[in-house]
Structures are given as structure tokens and as C-alpha cells.
């Protein structure tokens, strides 16, 4: 407990009164209209000043997304297929997918810890961040250091990574929560995603044509330039987040919750919690093997795996800021039983067909369902919170999510080796794990998405009617919009066309007559010129 000194009043400091001041005893209570004005100017440019810096932050932080999807486009996504290119087996890449996620959300304690009692969350970011994009050359150094252990080295050092990221988030998102007002936080986030998506795509198809290329010569070099990009892209995003305002918290204080606290019945996000959850750990059973079965099942090249993974980043981007303003709109709860149920089904979509323009659409689906699922769970979390839990609450939530994706994808690993080994002809290898996860992610969806809560005020629409809207009406008026948008400025281009094809017509011919009329004064004065040169000349 902390103890509070106080001054006496006789100890207090006074300032000696200047000859001919007014006694403090003798001055009016009330201070004068100019002193009022000049507070409130000073107070209205304090305000002017902070809300300034604010978008100022917001600015660099969207920059330090796009920065990040650099990191994410050309190295987290080709973290597996470098797996399979050192020679990893099916049980590697569940390891690869699971002790990361266990090691991270291990570690979630002490970041919520280091979150509340660090008087800077920023400086914690930064630390973090640091260590974060060194991991990368370390990666990159595996072929030549350590050969004979190639895959294992991988596994450690994704595994690092993925504790280095894990202490920042909790941090980070406190920060956020304090920038972005919560009556803006779907349209910000919701932009934000869209560039940070349009910027993921682009690093993914440049990491895809660099290994598609590389892969006539020497694959493994491809995957170092991309290596080295992701560290230079870290670093630059580090230098994004130094540049962004870290409110202060002098009005309240950073409150550690324990994860007992957390999961108490008084606690609006356990349930939330528990269903993010449970279903992580049933995404986790299938995927770490979409990459296994394209590149290996599936055969394959760079440049057709680098296209389906492009379509769901695509996707993400182009409807990002549909998903944002219907959950300012109608709430996040409604979002997440949308997109909760179409999440559900997207893993059993690619038990259809293998055929690459079928793929293509599944994978638009994903996109467009996570994206929604995505953007809903994370306003979710810091809208439920209160300020000053914030940080702990995102700490105890990715701890749980974590154990979820560890303990689903060791499943997955479990049951993917089980389906190389064993003949199952209605539904042969990764795609019976892929049938298991939906039915799983189906389960948990049912049950849980009836008993979410909203935590904000909210438009109230009927379930089912916002579920028809969401997925087939509102996109449909809006390609409908799209098209018609279109359509009207084609028909305002041709009309300007045409306008400037009638307006240059006039005018050259009006030129031609002018042009026209030139000719024949010019022909008048030669013509009276040659009359002037015959005639005989005058005798003096």
C-alpha cells in the first residue's frame, strides 16, 4: 500500500505579493471572463493538439500493419512449404503448427503481466518487436548451420518466434483500445484490414513468383530472399509503432486478472472465450495440412498454391469493410453467428472437388467468412473489457486460444498420420481430417453461438433475417450497386466522349474555316501582289 505524503499549510511555498498587488484575501472568488476565455482557449488547443496526435498514431499504425503483412506474406506464409522443402513429414508439420501455439500461449501470463505492470506498454512493444524480426535470420541460417537437424532447428525457432509475438499482442491491444474510440473501432479496424489485406496479398504473390521461379534453380535461396524481406519488413514496422503516442493511463489502472477470475461466471467473455476456443482447437485439427495437401497430395507448383492463397487474402480485402460497418451497425454478436456458421462449413468444401477453379471459390469463401469471423472476435474482446482489464483479458483469452490450436493441430497430426497409413475409400488421407474438423466446428457452433451476448448497443434485427441479408443480400445489392456504378460511368465516359468528339469536330472546323478564310486572304495578296508587279513601271 502505498503512503501518501501530504504538505502542511504552513510549509506551502507562497510567492512574495509585488508592491501595489492585491492581497490574495482581497481578490474576487470568481476568476474574470478573460481568464475564463483564456482557459478555454488553452484547453480547446490541448484538445486540438491530442486529437491530432491521435490520427497521427492511427496513421502510423496502419503502417505498421502494412509493414507486417510484408513480414507475414513473404515468411509466415511459406513457413510450411519450407518445411516440406527441408523434408518434413506430415507429424513435423503438426509439430511445427502446435508447439509454437503451445509455447505462446504459455507465455500469455507474463505478458499480461508485463502488460500491467510495465509502465510503458510501448517500450515492451518495441522490445518485443525487435527480438520478434531477428528471429528471422536465425531461420535463414538453418540450411547452412545446422543440415542434419534442419526441420527440428525450424520447429525451435518458429516456436521463439511465436513467444516473441505473443508478449507484444497483449500490450498492443491495450494500446489500441486506448487510441481508437469504441463507436469507431469496426470502420478503423475494418479499414485498416483492407489495406494491411491489399498489402498481404501483394507480398504473397511476390513470395509466390520468387519461389516459383527459384524453384528451376535453387528453391532454397528463393526462401532466404524472402527471409531476409521479412526481417527488413519487422524492423520497418517497429519503426512505425516508435512513431505512434502512447496515451497515458493516469485515469485509471492497469488491472491484472488471473485466469480463475477470468473464467468466473461474473466475466461476460468466458463464453466468448471458451467458444473461440474450442473452436480454434477444431480449426487446428486441419489447418496445418490445406498446405500439405496442395503441395504434396495435390502436386502442386508454387505459382497455382501462391493463387489459392492469394484468393482468400483477396477476399479479406475486398469485403473487410463490408464486415466493419455491419458490426458498428448491427454488433459484433450477430457478425459472429454469421460468420461463425460459415466458418464451420468451409473445411468441408474441399472434400467436392480437388480441381483448381472449384479451390479457387473455396478459398474466396474462406476469405470472405474469416474476415468476418476475424474483425468481429477482436472488437468483441475489447469492447467487453473494461479499460483498465484490457491487456489481462487478451492475455487470458490468446492463452486459451493458444492451448486450443496446440491441442487441435497435435490431433490433426495424430489423425493425418493415421489416414497415410490406413485405407479409407468413401473419404481417403487429409481429406477424412478435413471432414472431421467441420463436423467438430459444426458442433461447437451450435452450441455456443445461441448463447453469446451483445456487449453494445446495437441495432435489433431478427436472426435469421440478418443471417439472409448478411451473406446473400447485402453482398448481392452490392455487386448489384458495383455494376450499376459502373454502368453509369460507363454511360457518363461515352457521353463525354462523344461530347468531346462533337466539341473537337466544331472546332476543327471552325480551324479549317479559319484556315480556310487565311488561305484566301493570302491568296487576294499574291494575287494583287503579281497585278502589282506587271504593271510598267512609272517614267520620272
Known amino acids: 500500500m502505498e503512503e501518501k505524503t501530504t504538505v502542511p499549510p504552513q510549509a506551502k511555498p507562497t510567492q512574495p505579493e509585488s508592491e501595489g498587488a492585491v492581497p490574495a484575501k482581497d481578490k474576487p472568488r470568481g476568476a474574470t471572463p478573460a481568464v475564463k476565455e483564456v482557459v478555454k482557449t488553452a484547453d480547446a488547443s490541448a484538445t486540438e493538439v491530442k486529437v491530432r496526435e491521435t490520427e497521427r498514431s492511427l496513421d502510423y499504425a496502419i503502417k505498421d500493419g502494412s509493414a507486417y503483412s510484408v513480414m507475414a506474406g513473404v515468411g509466415d506464409t511459406y513457413l510450411a512449404p519450407f518445411a516440406i522443402a527441408l523434408g518434413a513429414s506430415s507429424t513435423h508439420i503438426g509439430l511445427l503448427a502446435s508447439i509454437p501455439q503451445l509455447l505462446a500461449s504459455v507465455t500469455q501470463p507474463l505478458a499480461g503481466r508485463l502488460a500491467c505492470s510495465i509502465p510503458s506498454r510501448k517500450n515492451l512493444v518495441l522490445n518485443a518487436v525487435m527480438l520478434h524480426a531477428l528471429t528471422w535470420p536465425a531461420i535463414l541460417a538453418i540450411p547452412l548451420v545446422l543440415p542434419a537437424f534442419k526441420v527440428e532447428a525450424l520447429i525451435i525457432l518458429a516456436a521463439a518466434y511465436a513467444v516473441f509475438g505473443s508478449i507484444a499482442t497483449p500490450a498492443w491491444s491495450s494500446w489500441m483500445a486506448d487510441l481508437v474510440p469504441e463507436e469507431k473501432r469496426g470502420e478503423y479496424f475494418g479499414k485498416r484490414n483492407e489495406i494491411i489485406g491489399a498489402v498481404l496479398l501483394a507480398a504473397t504473390v511476390v513470395g509466390g513468383l520468387v519461389l516459383g521461379f527459384s524453384q528451376q534453380y535453387d528453391l532454397l535461396l528463393g526462401f532466404a530472399v524472402l527471409f531476409a524481406i521479412a526481417c527488413i519488413a519487422r524492423l520497418a514496422s517497429r519503426h512505425y509503432l516508435g512513431r505512434m503516442a502512447e496515451p497515458t493511463t493516469q485515469e485509471y489502472k492497469r488491472v491484472r486478472v488471473s485466469l480463475r477470475e477470468y473464467l468466473s461466471k461474473r466475466n461476460p467473455m468466458k463464453t466468448f472465450s471458451v467458444f473461440v476456443t474450442l473452436m480454434s482447437f477444431s480449426v487446428g485439427v486441419a489447418g496445418p495440412f490445406f498446405v500439405v495437401y496442395m503441395l504434396r497430395d495435390l502436386h502442386f507448383d508454387y505459382f497455382t498454391y501462391t493463387l489459392l492463397i492469394a484468393t482468400a487474402i483477396v477476399t479479406k480485402f475486398i469485403t473487410n469493410p463490408y464486415w466493419g460497418k455491419l458490426t458498428d451497425k448491427f454488433g459484433t454478436r450477430k457478425v459472429l453467428r454469421v460468420t461463425g456458421v460459415l466458418v464451420s462449413i468451409n473445411s468441408l468444401l474441399w472434400l467436392a472437388s480437388s480441381d483448381v477453379r472449384y479451390l479457387v471459390f473455396v478459398q474466396a469463401f474462406s476469405g470472405f467468412a474469416w474476415a468476418g469471423f476475424e ?166
Do not use: C
Open 375 to 540: 474483425l468481429a472476435a477482436f472488437n468483441y474482446i475489447i469492447s467487453t473489457s473494461e479499460r483498465e482489464k484490457t491487456a489481462s483479458f487478451v492475455a487470458n483469452h490468446n492463452r486459451l486460444n493458444g492451448l486450443g490450436v496446440f491441442a487441435g493441430t497435435a490431433l490433426g497430426a495424430a489423425l493425418a498420420t493415421a489416414a497415410e497409413t490406413t485405407s479409407i475409400p468413401i473419404i481417403p488421407g487429409l481429406l477424412a481430417v478435413f471432414f472431421i474438423s467441420g463436423v467438430m466446428r459444426l458442433a461447437v457452433a451450435a452450441y455456443f453461438l445461441p448463447r453469446l451476448r451483445e456487449n453494445r448497443l446495437a441495432l435489433d434485427v431478427n436472426e435469421r433475417e440478418f443471417f439472409w441479408k448478411a451473406t446473400a443480400v447485402y453482398p448481392t445489392q452490392g455487386v448489384m450497386r458495383e455494376l450499376q456504378n459502373g454502368w453509369n460511368l460507363g454511360l457518363k465516359g461515352v457521353n463525354l466522349s462523344v461530347d468531346a468528339v462533337a466539341y473537337g469536330t466544331r472546332k476543327g472546323r471552325e480551324k479549317m474555316h479559319l484556315l480556310e478564310e487565311s488561305l484566301a486572304e493570302l491568296a487576294k495578296h499574291e494575287s494583287a501582289r503579281r497585278e502589282e508587279a506587271q504593271k510598267p513601271a512609272k517614267k520620272v
